[in-house]
């Protein structure tokens, strides 16, 4: 039934924005429409929506009720040391636990995201 999903992230500064996720988590920017909206490509299905709030809308980094976690399809220390040298901020060292294994990261709005390694059995 359901193919995909669309996450829609509120950003103050769409360039930067758009860089981010381009340039430093290298994501493909599939259009922008202006300071407004843009869509980026995330992979498997998954469309991030960027927001502009230009003056209105919620507060970008400030929910802190939602955080949107991405598959890796390399190793967490390949693409840690990857997302580090472009920039990418994480908050603390890969959290390894039995099952998955984790690093989170905030955009330059503060808005939370995390990698997600999967352990094999």
């Not at 290298?26 to 469309?47: E, S």
């Not at 960027?50 to 970008?60: C, V």
């Amino acid at each position: 039934m359901i193919n995909g999903g669309l996450a829609t992230i509120y950003v103050s500064d769409m360039d930067r924005a758009v860089k981010f996720y381009t340039e430093a988590l290298g994501m493909k920017l599939l259009y922008q429409a202006g300071p407004g909206w843009a869509q980026i490509d995330a992979g498997k299905g998954l469309t991030l929506g960027l927001h502009g709030t230009h003056g209105g809308g919620p507060t970008p980094g400030t929910n802190g009720a939602t955080i949107i976690g991405f598959e890796l399809d390399e190793p967490m220390e390949q693409a840690y040391q990857t997302l580090s040298q472009r920039g990418v901020q994480f908050h603390g060292p890969i959290q390894d636990t039995e099952h998955i294994r984790l690093a989170h990261f905030s955009d330059p709005d503060g808005n939370a995201f995390y990698l997600s390694e999967t352990k094999q059995p």
